[in-house]
Nanobody, 119 residues
Framework: QVQLVESGGGLVQPGGSLRLSCAAS????????MGWFRQAPGKQRELVAR???????TYSDSVKGRFTISRDGAKNTVYLSMDSLKPEDTAVYYC?????????????WGQGTQVTVSS
């Protein structure tokens, strides 16, 4: 059974930093892409950052220049370094692993970790 387990969330003051980690277990394949999504209260889940197994990264405009995604492909682990955090970054952050084939794409999700940016 595939499991994605996030860690590293918490409470931080505006301008501070956090690093999220997500480790996958129970898989016998490599994800084509891994990423982070977030969902704030009353809002839809949105993509924060994604990295392919070829190292291509994508960021939402709201986090460009502040967040950095990285990946250890051999371990199917993905990280999100978050700097210059703002109150609007407050949300539950979800790890995502995407398995792709010629006929379909399957998404796997972690349980989420809370990030709260507040003074």
């Amino acid at each position: 059974q595939v499991q994605l387990v996030e860690s590293g969330g918490g409470l931080v003051q505006p301008g501070g930093s956090l690093r999220l980690s997500c480790a996958a277990s129970g898989i016998t394949f490599s994800f084509a892409a891994m990423g982070w999504f977030r969902q704030a209260p009353g809002k839809q889940r949105e993509l924060v950052a994604r990295i392919t197994n070829g190292g291509i990264t994508t960021y939402s405009d709201s986090v460009k220049g502040r967040f950095t995604i990285s990946r250890d492909g051999a371990k199917n682990t993905v990280y999100l370094s978050m700097d210059s955090l703002k109150p609007e970054d407050t949300a539950v952050y979800y790890c995502n692993g995407q398995r792709r084939s010629l006929v379909r794409t399957v998404d796997f999700w972690g349980q989420g970790t809370q990030v709260t940016v507040s003074s």
